[in-house]
């Protein structure tokens, strides 16, 4: 046996050797052999299937967890009438700021952008329902905390077939209705209705108030006489003969009662706001005036001294 390389007369070519006779494997031992290796191979592959699926199911959990749930806080509200609980804006108003502050933040986040929640806070701005920029802060849980200075509605200012809503400081809301079919009471013949279509137009940031005196002077009356007895009965606030004639209130039967100034600022010979309230809540009252607000009358005078009754009023004017 040589360890090292052949040497000149030695062949370079290994001998054929024969191997010595091995006893053959039983035929069963080859089959096993194999149904191993199968079972081994689809073990694997079925693991392999099942951690695929495993992953792509975790991813999803994980893609889900790290979405927030944005929590806003519509601002809880009492119907007046019924005295049942409920929040404002509007349910469909709500359903749609919910939807479009979620869909900002999934596109915020897919387009990796720096800060989620100032897009959260435009677009709450842009919906046209707060009153100044909203406060979107990080909650616990994987949420997002929004709160907002909710515009709450006043009226509506009517301007031809639609009645228009206003805010109680005269921001234009978004939303307007065929005229007469919403509960508000209307504000009508102030100079703002002409403009109406361009001051309700869609538009982006914080609404602004529209700055004319009929319409403020018409939203005040509104406030003081809100939660007066009989105010049920109002159904507009007619400041057609502002500044230099009264504030006049129309009511669900077509009659008129003759207000007067503003709150708070009266003419001279005229009586205060809180005269004014004690008579309309009396007459509401009173079973000798039918429970009218207007003691019946076509048109009735609260703003004086004495109260007069023009009998050759229609109602109408």
């Known amino acids: 046996m040589h360890l090292g390389r052949p040497g000149p007369t030695e062949s370079a070519v290994p001998t054929k050797r024969k191997k010595p006779a091995q006893p053959a494997k039983p035929r069963w031992l080859s089959i096993a052999v194999i149904a191993g290796v199968a079972a081994a191979g689809g073990a694997s592959m079925f693991g392999m299937v099942l951690g695929v699926r495993w992953?792509?199911?975790?991813?999803?959990?994980?893609?889900?967890?790290?979405?927030?749930?944005?929590?806003?806080?519509?601002?809880?509200?009492?119907?007046?009438?019924?005295?049942?609980?409920s929040t404002w804006p509007p349910t469909s108003e709500q359903i749609s700021i919910d939807t479009t502050c979620n869909d900002v933040l999934e596109a915020s986040l897919k387009e990796d952008q720096a800060d989620p929640l100032a897009e959260i806070s435009h677009a709450l701005i842009d919906s046209g329902w707060v009153g100044s920029v909203p406060s979107v802060r990080r909650g616990r849980s994987n949420t997002i905390e929004v709160r907002a200075d909710w515009l709450l509605p006043a009226a509506v200012v009517r301007s031809g077939a639609f009645d228009y809503l206003i805010s109680t400081d005269a921001r234009p809301l978004p939303v307007h209705y065929q005229q007469g079919t919403?509960?508000?009471?209307?504000?009508?013949?102030?100079?703002?209705?002409?403009?109406?279509?361009?001051?309700?137009?869609?538009?982006?940031?914080?609404?602004?108030?529209?700055?004319?005196?009929?319409?403020?002077?018409?939203?005040?009356?509104?406030?003081?006489?809100?939660?007066?007895?009989?105010?049920?009965?109002?159904?507009?606030?007619?400041?057609?003969?502002?500044?230099?004639?009264?504030?006049?209130?129309?009511?669900?039967y077509g009659t008129r009662i003759v207000w007067g100034s503003p709150p708070n600022t009266p003419s001279p010979g005229e009586v205060s706001t809180e005269q004014k309230l004690e008579r309309l809540a009396y007459f509401a009252q009173s079973h000798d005036y039918g429970l009218r607000i207007d003691a019946g009358q076509q048109r009735l005078r609260v703003d004086t001294q004495e109260m007069l009754i023009d009998p050759s009023a229609d109602g109408s004017r």
């Open 182 to 252: 919403t509960q508000h009471i209307a504000v009508v013949g102030t100079p703002a209705a002409d403009d109406a279509e361009a001051l309700w137009r869609v538009r982006t940031g914080v609404p602004q108030p529209i700055n004319e005196p009929s319409l403020i002077e018409g939203l005040g009356v509104l406030e003081v006489l809100r939660t007066n007895t009989g105010a049920d009965q109002i159904v507009a606030i007619d400041v057609s003969s502002r500044p230099r004639g009264p504030v006049e209130l129309v009511t669900e």
């Open 55 to 85: 992953v792509d199911t975790r991813a999803t959990d994980i893609a889900s967890e790290t979405i927030p749930t944005i929590d806003i806080h519509f601002l809880p509200v009492t119907d007046a009438s019924t005295g049942s609980l």
